[in-house]
């Protein structure tokens, strides 16, 4: 083929393969631009979601210390500390009371106010509206009382860790007993510890989360305060997409 020939067949190669270049430039250069437009989105759903958990997880925590600073409840609490103290028995015999003796079904155990004439029985009563109307206004899944000694003496919901010790029982490996033992570790006013969700056995292995505070008399740790907190809220907000 003469010279003549081959410029204009060169000439369309060179174009061709121009275009395909700038074609391909091009795409990388929109597909570049689609990721760093997807990153920026992703990190926007993350601090967005971030923003709300902290935010949210600071409202509960302004909760729990109100109610360790409330003088009222706090005697509450004393009293259901005391009254089980003075119970023959112990946890076996609120176990008996408000477990085995409970008319309702498992999931309906808080329904309970009163189980017999004991002293503890009747402190449980006069007190326990007030925390199970707290718990079902706020969305808590519950309102755990346990003594310094690990003894959980009272909860709203009456789930399988009630009248167990969370040192020695069935729950000791649970994050139920890791928040216990932070606030026993650092037993001072303002303490405020918290778990992530994890599957908890005593609530038929569904994940929970707690959050807790120290109870104090003066300088003295009487035992510690925990919310199980509502777990489908927080799944909520770290499965939110918008």
């Known amino acids: 083929m ?36 997807a990153l920026q989105k992703l990190e926007a ?8 958990l902290t935010g949210y997880l600071g409202g509960i925590g302004e909760d729990i210390l109100n109610m360790s600073e409330n ?3 706090m005697d509450a609490v004393l009293d259901l500390q005391y009254t089980f103290e003075q119970t023959k028995g112990r946890l076996e015999k609120l176990k008996q009371m408000f477990v085995e003796e409970n008319p309702n079904p498992k999931h309906e155990r808080y329904k309970m106010d009163q189980s017999g004439k004991s002293r503890f029985s009747k402190t449980h009563a006069a007190n326990h509206p007030v925390f199970t109307r707290f718990a079902q206004r706020r969305g808590y899944e519950d309102v755990i009382l346990i003594d310094a000694n690990g003894n959980i ?45 994890k599957e908890y056995p005593a609530k038929d292995n569904q994940p929970a989360s707690f ?29 939110n997409s918008s």
């Open 45 to 52: 759903i993350q601090e967005a979601r971030t923003s709300e």
């Open 153 to 197: 003496v009272y909860t709203v919901f009456k789930q399988d860790d009630f009248a167990t010790n969370i040192i020695e029982g069935p729950w000791k490996e649970t994050d139920l007993n890791k928040v216990f033992q932070a606030l026993a570790a650092n037993a001072v006013a303002g303490n405020v510890v918290f778990t992530d969700l």
């Open 211 to 239: 959050i807790g505070t120290p109870m104090l008399d003066g300088e003295d740790f009487l035992g510690a305060l925990i919310f199980q907190m509502p777990a489908a809220r927080i799944d909520r907000i770290l499965q």
């Open 2 to 37: 003469r010279i003549s020939a081959k410029l204009p067949l060169m000439t369309v190669i060179l174009g061709v393969a121009a275009a395909v270049t700038t074609g391909f430039v091009s795409q990388l250069q929109t597909e570049s631009a689609l990721e760093e437009s």
């Open 71 to 73: 003088e009222m409840l």
